[in-house]
């Protein structure tokens, strides 16, 4: 055995420490609440772009590694609880490469009666604090998604057909079949590889108002149900925060839990039972609120200037 050694040195240990003791200031100079919640539970993700590691906790019974606090935070917001924050290890199946682990460090918290743009604000000055650089905060770009896509890609987000995202971002024959299966697969891609690398290398790009489609757990547009009140926020190409003002309505919710197991089916990846705490939360009344959650490692490689995350954990799991 060769690669007992870690994969960064103390140097980089040292600034994650004073990055997350920043972290951890911004939240209690407004009085947000610091909780904890399992990593181990019932149910895993319905997130079609998303896989959750199982764990066999009991004979027979499978548990599952949360991939974010957010369910059991909105169970917390549910019961009464103030505006909250959690930092904490969340685990993603068949997550690799230079900027995706399979385990990594996630910064999550939910602010009551925020608006859109309330949380960006919020968001961006949660980054510039936790990077210490406040002038991150001045002139940052933002953008309509529908906008980027046609400024950036010549694509009409809402008219486009499958052929015609295939045929933007140069698809081979499997992809294009993927595209022709998920819409969004196409629009995911050519974000990606098209429209992201041209944002300023060191600036931030807000990108607000994601299809319907890809609301998640996000409220749609209350002035454009085409639209949901759902971010992202980006330093350069590197994405780091995704938010949104959260859906509320359990009954919309389910269905949209049931849309999700519907798609993972249809492309071959498994289907596990609804969050029936989460949706149980919701029916007891979820108030008004939106949540953001930022990657910690990804931070760090902006303020180390890297575009590899192996510098910035500990224990490249890979190869340990």
């Given at each position: 055995m060769t690669?007992?050694?870690?994969?960064?040195?103390?140097?980089?240990?040292?600034?994650?420490?004073?990055?997350?003791?920043?972290?951890?200031?911004?939240?209690?100079?407004?009085?947000?609440?610091?909780?904890?919640?399992?990593a181990l539970g019932p149910y895993a993700t319905s997130d079609p772009n998303i896989d959750s590691l199982s764990v066999r906790s009991k004979p027979g019974k499978d548990s599952f590694l949360h991939t974010s606090p957010e369910t059991s935070m909105k169970r917390l917001l549910a019961s009464g609880y103030p505006d909250i924050y959690s930092i904490c290890r969340v685990f993603r199946d068949n997550e690799a490469g230079n900027r995706h682990r399979p385990e990594f460090t996630l910064a999550e918290w939910y602010r009551l009666g925020f608006d859109l743009n309330a949380i960006i604000d919020d968001t961006v000055?949660?980054?510039?604090?936790?990077?210490?650089?406040?002038?991150?905060?001045?002139?940052v770009l933002q953008y309509e998604y529908t906008d980027v896509f046609q400024e950036f890609a010549n694509?009409?987000?809402?008219?486009?057909?499958?052929?015609?995202?295939?045929?933007?971002?140069?698809?081979?024959?499997?992809?294009?079949?993927?595209?022709?299966?998920?819409?969004?697969?196409?629009?995911?891609?050519?974000?990606?590889?098209?429209?992201?690398?041209?944002?300023?290398?060191?600036q931030l790009t807000v990108i607000r108002h994601y299809p319907a489609s890809q609301a998640a757990l996000a409220r749609l547009?209350?002035?454009d149900e085409r639209v949901a009140d759902r971010f992202e926020v980006f330093c350069?190409?590197?994405?780091?925060?995704?938010?949104?003002?959260?859906?509320?309505?359990?009954?919309?919710?389910?269905?949209?839990?049931?849309?999700?197991?519907?798609?993972?089916?249809?492309?071959?990846?498994?289907?596990?039972?609804?969050?029936?705490?989460l949706l149980a939360a919701l029916e007891a009344g979820l108030p008004e609120c939106a949540g953001v959650a930022v990657g910690v490692?990804?931070?760090?490689?902006?303020?180390?200037?890297?575009?590899?995350i192996r510098d910035v954990v500990t224990f490249n799991t890979e190869t340990s």
């Open positions: 690669n007992w050694k870690p994969s960064s040195d103390a140097s980089a240990a040292m600034r994650r420490a004073e990055m997350l003791e920043r972290a951890r200031q911004y939240f209690s100079a407004q009085n947000v609440l610091a909780v904890d919640t399992p000055g949660f980054i510039a604090s936790c990077l210490d650089l406040p002038k991150l905060a001045e002139n694509i009409d987000v809402h008219a486009a057909s499958t052929d015609e995202l295939a045929n933007r971002c140069n698809a081979d024959a499997g992809i294009k079949s993927e595209i022709e299966a998920r819409r969004d697969s196409g629009l995911d891609l050519i974000m990606s590889t098209i429209i992201a690398p041209r944002f300023v290398h060191d547009c209350p002035g350069g190409d590197l994405e780091l925060a995704n938010g949104y003002v959260e859906l509320t309505d359990a009954g919309e919710q389910r269905q949209r839990i049931e849309q999700d197991h519907e798609e993972r089916l249809r492309a071959g990846r498994s289907s596990l039972l609804a969050d029936e705490m490692e990804r931070l760090q490689m902006v303020l180390d200037q890297t575009d590899d």
